[in-house]
């Protein structure tokens, strides 16, 4: 075969087995890994992502595998990212970096590095799908339904789905780590990092305080009827769902439900007040060649951990004749309709992702 792909390898076991599996399937294969953030190593606790172990662990992982490894610094590109982070806390909307970072960095900075180096493909080692049917790319939920990423990728371009490679979404995690293990890789029984590459220690809480102090304002908690019940010491500590750390005792289970930016106000409810059947997303990105323009039925996920509800997607055609805004309506209501989070559109039985957006509000 001998087309070459650029295969991020981020240090884990995930990507270290889609680089190995490329190996084997006859590609040339450049490992790259991508310094994105700051999560210093500590002691007595593995360093997080972009960390200089998981560095030392990509390096080693190439190495064994006989392939060619870069190192690529784009934490000045990153900047981007980090202050949508931040503006949306701003605005009491609850961002997903990953969503950005994915688009803009792995199936976008490193694209170009590809183009640059005569590459035919990126790489990674996400649990999600490249399939084609009648001639179309189309990107697929990962058979791993526990692991499945396939959310977390809707923001690539439609032309980019041509160049993208994941070789695990076809295998279980537990797969991934016996293949690992098979393969002699150092990293086969290496922890996973759940951290926000650019959020040292997972804090955000300490990063939003530095970067952006004047989040940090004292305002009122109140319930669904407006009667005060404490105050907080920023919005940005909350999130819709959110039940923990509410650090006010109501003698029964209260969730945030509401944050309003405008008034500084964090609003608590029940779990019923919790339950919606309907939202608005933007900037939607479709990943199908004919863009719908009539309502049509889907499994929509509105965040990560979210496995997906039935209902109806209705595309708003603009002035311009272009599908940017679709409002939803869940057959059943769902919990936590979260202000910037986005909502993925699956079809073919929550098979297919068609598209996604990011939500405005709850209508």
């Known amino acids: 075969m001998n087309k070459k792909v650029i295969a991020a390898m981020s240090g884990g076991v995930d990507s270290s087995v889609a680089a190995a599996l490329l190996q084997r399937q006859g ?21 997080g992502c972009c960390s200089p172990e998981d560095a ?48 803009q960095m792995k199936f976008g900075k490193l694209l170009e590095l590809a183009l640059m ?29 526990d692991k499945d990423q396939s959310y977390a990728l809707f923001e690539v371009e439609r032309n980019a789905l041509n160049q993208m ?33 650019f959020v040292p220690d997972d804090d955000y809480v300490s990063l939003l305080t530095a970067r952006a102090p004047e989040l940090c304002r004292e305002g009122p908690v109140v319930n669904t009827q407006g009667e005060i019940l404490g105050t907080h010491q920023g919005i940005f500590r909350y999130t819709i769902g959110q039940r923990r750390g509410l650090g006010i005792a109501l003698g029964e289970p209260a969730y945030v439900v509401r944050l309003d930016a405008r008034t500084n106000t964090v609003v608590l409810g029940s779990r019923e007040d919790l339950m919606g059947r309907k939202l608005r997303a ?27 509800a039935p209902g109806t997607v209705k595309p708003i055609i603009d002035t311009d004749g272009r599908v940017r805004e679709v409002d939803v309506e869940f057959d059943a209501p769902v919990s936590a309709i979260t202000p910037g989070q986005a909502a993925v559109f699956y079809i073919d039985g929550n098979h297919q992702v068609t598209g996604g957006g990011w939500i405005e509000n709850g209508l």
């Open 56 to 103: 030392r662990d990509a390096r080693n992982v190439a190495g064994q595998l006989g392939i060619q490894f870069e190192v690529v610094n784009f934490q000045k590109e990153m900047d981007t990212i980090i202050n949508y982070f931040i503006n949306e806390y701003r605005h009491a909307r609850t961002p997903n970096p990953c969503i950005h970072c994915n688009r």
């Open 165 to 197: 490679l994941l070789p695990i979404g076809a295998y279980h995690k537990n797969e991934i780590r016996e293949l690992a293990a098979g393969m002699n890789l150092p990293v086969h029984d290496k922890s996973e990092s759940q951290e926000i590459c």
């Open 282 to 308: 933007s900037n939607v990105n479709w990943l199908i060649d004919d863009v719908p323009r009539e309502k049509f039925s889907a499994t929509i996920q509105i965040r990560y951990n979210h496995k997906g």
């Open 117 to 145: 180096e005569d590459a035919q493909f990126v790489a990674t080692g996400h649990y999600a799908r490249i399939n084609t049917h009648n001639n179309q790319i189309q990107l697929c939920r990962g058979v791993d339904s």
């Open 27 to 47: 590609y040339e294969v450049v490992g790259v890994f991508m310094c994105l953030g700051m999560a210093p190593e500590q002691e007595g606790r593995q360093g």
